[in-house]
């Protein structure tokens, strides 16, 4: 695989990711179709390895999500543009600190977008739980599987 399919696979990648947070983009999908179009193009046994897992992963992560109560957004009060700032310090975070900065970084990240909107630490802090109970859990789970996907596709890159 050339080094402008490598480039072209990790910006579906991303743009999956973005596309966990922005409703109407199919982030699953697009994370899982990238590593298909990789799987089929390298051909390499970890290649198809990950593709499985892969696989294996978002679909757990498509009944995790179907098994969970569904909430209005509109209902936590939050600006659309918090939570997508939010989502994505989510995946910077995981980025400087692997696996578990993810869900610090969007927490993190959404309680100070809310404390800078709202301006007290108290109203800053009843937004961010109001908002995760709305769909924090949802869209942690589905963030999170995404991530693994890419760590685990990253991991086979930079270890071949």
Request: with cysteine; charged share 10%.
């Amino acid at each position: 695989m050339s080094s402008w399919q490598l480039v072209a696979v990790g910006l579906v990648m991303l743009l999956g990711l973005f596309g966990v947070l922005v409703p109407g983009i199919p982030g699953p999908l697009l994370v899982w179709a990238a590593v298909l179009w990789w799987a089929v193009t390298d051909k390499s046994a970890p290649a198809w390895t990950v593709l499985m897992g892969a696989t294996a992963l978002l679909l757990l992560n498509q009944v995790l999500k179907w098994l969970l109560p569904a909430r209005d957004l509109r209902a936590s009060g939050a600006p659309y543009r918090t939570l997508f700032l939010a989502g994505a310090a989510g995946i910077v975070g995981f980025f400087l600190l692997p696996v578990i900065g993810g869900p610090l970084g969007a927490v993190g990240g959404l309680y100070a977008l809310e404390r800078a909107r709202l301006g007290s630490h108290g109203d800053a802090w009843a937004s961010t739980r109001t908002v995760m109970r709305t769909i924090g859990l949802s869209v942690l789970i589905e963030l999170f599987s995404c991530l693994l996907v890419v760590g685990a596709w990253a991991g086979v890159l930079l270890a071949g």
